[in-house]
C-alpha cells in the first residue's frame, strides 16, 4: 500500500507560481505512475497531470499546458507540480494520486485509473 502526503499549497496573486509536492511511502516509488487532479467547491475532481513511473512521459490536460509542470524525483519518492502563470480559476484542492503497483495508465485523466490518494493542498488563486 501506498502513503501520499501533498504539501506546498496556499494563497498566490493571479499569475504567480506554486510548485506542490507528494511524498510517497510504503512501497517502493518508482513502480507508480502517478498523478495530480484538483477539485473546486460544487465541481468534479478533474485531471491536472500524470508522469509515467521513469518521468519519460507526461501527461497534461488542456487548462495545464505550457503552464504547470509535472515531474518526479524517485530517490526522493516524491513528486511535484510547479504552476505558474496561476488563474482565480486555478483555485481547488490538488490531490495526488497513484494507481496500483506497476499499472500503466490507459487513461491517465480519469480518477478510477488510481487507487491511492492524497489528503489535498489548498492552492487559492486571488484576482
Known amino acids: 500500500q501506498v502513503q501520499l502526503v501533498e504539501s506546498g499549497g496556499g494563497l498566490v496573486q493571479t499569475g504567480g507560481s506554486l510548485r506542490l509536492s507528494c511524498a510517497a511511502s510504503?512501497?517502493?516509488?518508482?513502480?507508480?505512475?502517478m498523478g495530480w487532479f484538483r477539485q473546486a467547491p460544487g465541481k468534479e475532481r478533474e485531471f491536472v497531470a500524470a508522469?509515467?513511473?521513469?518521468?519519460?512521459?507526461?501527461f497534461y490536460a488542456d487548462s495545464a499546458k505550457g503552464r504547470f509542470t509535472i515531474s518526479r524525483d524517485n530517490a526522493k519518492n516524491t513528486v511535484y507540480l510547479q504552476m505558474n502563470s496561476l488563474k482565480p480559476e486555478d483555485t481547488a484542492v490538488y490531490f495526488c494520486?497513484?494507481?496500483?503497483?506497476?499499472?500503466?495508465?490507459?487513461?491517465?485523466?480519469?480518477?478510477?485509473?488510481?487507487?491511492?490518494w492524497g489528503q489535498g493542498t489548498q492552492v487559492t488563486v486571488s484576482s
Open positions: 494520486a497513484a494507481p496500483e503497483e506497476y499499472h500503466v495508465l490507459v487513461d491517465a485523466t480519469t480518477p478510477r485509473e488510481y487507487v491511492y
Open positions: 510504503g512501497r517502493t516509488f518508482s513502480n507508480y505512475a
Open positions: 508522469i509515467s513511473w521513469s518521468g519519460g512521459k507526461t
